[in-house]
């Protein structure tokens, strides 16, 4: 691994990321069955979760969880994204309260675990999926290893993946300390939106919603997004059936028509999208 990246910062940062909430319960109705696979990560398995389109997919996603969370649990976003006509897959990562084990990992293996899952992910979509574009979508901790996938983070560790083309995040975990250093979004180059909220907070760790736009602010301009969602909360991509909910599952199904794959007429619709009242909504083009 990069010796930028010393374990007493990583410690730190992993150590904050496991106080980030779990989602609430109130899923909307779950898409069509899933189809669950083993997936192997260097010397272990874990589960893969894909979920299929009707018909041949436009693209791609590749969903990475929140702190101990699971696919399943986001099965009303899922459902949004694959009515679209996308396959999504989610491998659970070893901070999953369902992952076997998961006791046995601390905040530096949790990271660098994630990581391996989602570059293992990434291989097996290339392997299923051949010639289709691809998007990484995130929550919180997921977010966070989207915009590494997407670019971000050049100056702390190599997370780039080539294959991925756009990133949609939900809540990103803010800035944590050891992991988000100065710079760290200078290198995030794909288009990217963040989907956040005014009540977007976590106790002890993220005390101003703000630190979550910083991805898009701090970031080179061009086809970068961000909506703030008055009174949305950090787990506001898991309370189906509410305001908040729906306006933001609206935004990142904008955004995957726009980018997945490329479509002008599309693009200009996200970058003139009218927002609800009380909502702020921010376009940084070229």
Known sequence: MN??????ALLKGAAALGGLALLPSGLLAAPAAPETIDLTVGARTTKLTIWRPAAAPRGVVLFSTGFGGWPERYEAIVGA???????????????????????????????FERV??????????????????????????GTLIGLGMGGAYANLMPMRDPSVTAVLGFSSPGAVPGLVRPGAYASLGVPTILVTGTKDLVQGFVTDPADHLQPIE???????????????SHGLIGDAGTGPFTRAQLAARRFLAAYLPPNAAAKTALAQMTVAPGDRYIVREG
Request: net charge positive.
């Open 3 to 8: 010796l930028l990246l010393d374990r007493r």
């Open 116 to 141: 391996a899952d989602m570059r293992a992910t990434s291989a097996h979509a290339a392997k299923t999926f051949p010639g289709i574009p691809v998007a990484v979508m995130g929550h919180s901790f």
């Open 81 to 111: 994204v694959v009515a679209d006509g996308y396959a999504v897959l989610a491998p659970l990562h070893v901070d999953s309260v369902r992952y076997p084990g998961n006791e046995k990992f601390d905040g530096r293996a949790r990271f």
């Open 218 to 232: 701090q970031s080179p301009a061009g086809d970068k997004y961000a909506l703030v969602i008055q009174d949305g």
